[in-house]
C-alpha cells in the first residue's frame, strides 16, 4: 500500500516521458562532431595522399609503358627530373631516344611542390638535373621489349622530420616492389 509522500511509490512525471527532442538532438551532434574529428584525424595521421597518388602514377605508368613496349616491340625509358618525369620510346631507325607526342599518358608529368625524387642506379645515386631547351638526354631507367627493365630505385618523401619516404624498387621483370613509410608512434 502506498503511504503519502512516498516518492518510490508515484513515478514522477519527468521519469515517465523520456528525452526530449532537444536532449537526442545534442547527443546527435556531439556524435557528428567525434565523427567527423575521427575521420579527419585518419586521414591527417593515415599518410601523404599527394606522395599516394604520385606512387600510384607512377608505378601505372611503368607497368602500361612496359606493357606497350613489349606488344610494339621497342625499348622505353623514363627520364627522373628534381620535379619529375618524362617518358621516352627509342627510335631505333635514328639511334636515338624521342619523346611519344600526342599521347596524354606519356606526356611530361610535373610532381607537386614539396615532393622530392631521390633515383639510384645500381646502389649509386644519380644526380638528377632538368634538361637543356632542345636537349633530349637518355633515359635512366629503361624498359626493354623483352618484358625486362634496368633495375632502379626510386624515392619520394617530403621534408619532414623525420621523413616519411615511399620506395619504388624496379625490378629485373619490370615489376615494381613498394615500400610504404612505417606509422609513426
Known amino acids: 500500500m502506498a503511504v503519502p509522500g512516498d516518492a518510490r511509490s508515484v513515478p514522477s512525471a519527468r521519469s515517465a516521458r523520456g528525452f526530449t527532442l532537444l536532449e537526442i538532438l545534442v547527443v546527435v551532434v556531439i556524435v557528428a562532431v567525434m565523427t567527423t574529428l575521427g575521420v579527419l584525424s585518419i586521414g591527417v595521421l593515415g599518410g601523404d595522399r599527394q606522395i599516394e597518388g604520385e606512387v600510384d602514377r607512377f608505378t601505372d605508368l611503368v607497368q602500361t609503358a612496359n606493357e606497350q613496349a613489349e606488344l610494339e616491340g621497342r625499348d622505353f625509358g623514363i627520364q ?12 631505333a631507325r635514328r639511334q ?25 642506379l645500381e646502389g649509386k645515386p644519380v644526380l638528377l638535373a632538368k634538361p637543356k631547351p632542345g636537349e633530349t638526354p637518355a633515359p635512366q631507367i629503361t624498359l626493354y621489349a623483352s618484358g625486362e627493365a634496368a633495375p632502379y630505385r626510386l624515392t619520394l618523401q617530403r621534408d619532414t622530420t623525420p621523413p616519411q619516404p615511399w620506395i619504388l624498387e624496379g625490378q629485373p621483370d619490370a615489376s615494381i616492389k613498394l615500400t610504404k613509410p612505417s606509422a609513426t608512434p
Open 96 to 120: 636515338r631516344w624521342e619523346e611519344l607526342q600526342d599521347d596524354r599518358l606519356y606526356e611530361p608529368h610535373q610532381l607537386p611542390a614539396g615532393i622530392n625524387v631521390l633515383l639510384e
Open 80 to 91: 627522373v627530373m628534381p620535379d619529375g618525369y618524362r617518358v621516352y620510346v627509342y627510335a
